[in-house]
């Protein structure tokens, strides 16, 4: 079964539970007793306050410092990405970071946040593989960057000798299944790992935001992602497929969350080396997760349920990675 991961990009958001160090302290200490011991962070979570998701890591040191942690180099999403992954930009982002999260050892892996057009890919793989030979990061991933762009980073790792990336950070879920198709046997081929994010597609298969339920959800008006939310899933083929899903699925006493879940630990492409990356607004949310976790396996209807939701919208989403 795949590992599991703690995200932190809720960590000082608005309407969340975590805003200063002794909700998150008190959160650590759940994961501990829950077996969740790996946290993934970023330099610009939350999206509204970058930085401060890693200080609040940082101000619970005594209990954080036991946990392995990943982060990203920091992105401004005004921008194109470019200049994002010069050697200059990785090594004061990280610097930055290890500051904040008050890791004098390092981080677990260091992700590209997303790509850069501009600089020279060898540029950004050597300036990658000289994090790790500094000490300041275990190894190095990349996120949101098509198959062709890791293709021809994974061949220049080769041509120059150089650490490949480790893993891949990715969307995956019930209705975004792409990674399956291009991105997966090129991680495998290279002995990459692939750890999945918005596995509840941000909130969109609880089925409350195709029942315009949006108040309280990261589909609300008042969230502070609320509006990218609603780009992400306003497809009227999805919400349609949707609906039919959560009928199935309600048919079988069972939520599409609990579907959702239990889907991705044992009957998705995900393997033992991958990971699943869970996020929660307030801490009832992760114990409820691994709860459901707990149940196992689905029945063998309702697979062909989950697959037809597939197919209804794969043509649309195929390629959302």
């Not at 599409?256 to 630990?265: G, K």
């Amino acid at each position: 079964m795949p590992q599991i991961i703690f995200g932190t990009a809720s960590f000082g958001m608005d309407l969340t539970e975590f805003q200063d160090s002794a909700a998150v302290r008190s959160l650590l200490k759940e994961l501990q007793d829950l077996g969740i011991h790996r946290l993934d962070s970023a330099a610009r979570y939350p999206p509204l306050k970058p930085g401060r998701a890693e200080e609040l890591i940082g101000q619970t040191q005594d209990i954080s410092g036991s946990f392995l942690i990943d982060t990203k180099v920091y992105t401004n999403t005004m921008t194109d990405g470019s200049g994002d992954l010069a050697s200059e930009a990785i090594d004061k982002s990280l610097l930055a970071s290890l500051q904040r999260l008050k890791r004098s050892n390092g981080v677990n892996v260091l992700y590209t946040h997303r790509a850069d057009p501009s600089t020279p890919l060898e540029e950004q793989v050597i300036a990658f593989n000289q994090q790790i030979k500094k000490g300041r990061c275990q190894a190095w991933g990349v996120s949101n960057m098509s198959p062709e762009m890791l293709e021809r980073i994974l061949r220049l790792c080769e041509e120059k000798s150089l650490q490949k990336p480790s893993c891949y950070q990715g969307d995956y879920n019930l209705v975004t299944r792409g990674m399956e198709t291009k991105l997966l046997p090129i991680l495998r081929s290279n002995g990459m790992t692939f750890n999945a994010f918005r596995t509840l597609a941000a909130g969109f298969l609880t089925g409350r935001f195709v029942n315009n339920e949006h108040s309280g959800t990261r589909f609300g008006a008042d969230n502070p992602l609320g509006k990218f939310a609603q780009q992400l899933f306003g497809a009227e083929d999805l919400h349609s497929a949707m609906r039919r899903f959560t009928d199935e699925a309600k048919s079988y006493n069972q939520t599409p969350v609990e579907v959702a879940i239990r889907w991705i630990m044992y009957h998705s492409a995900l393997g033992d080396e991958d990971a699943i990356i869970i996020g929660a607004s307030k801490a009832e949310q992760v114990r409820e997760t691994v709860n459901i976790m707990k149940k196992g396996p689905l029945p063998e209807e309702l697979l062909k349920a989950v697959d037809d939701l597939w197919s209804a919208v794969k043509e649309s989403r195929h390629s959302i990675i």
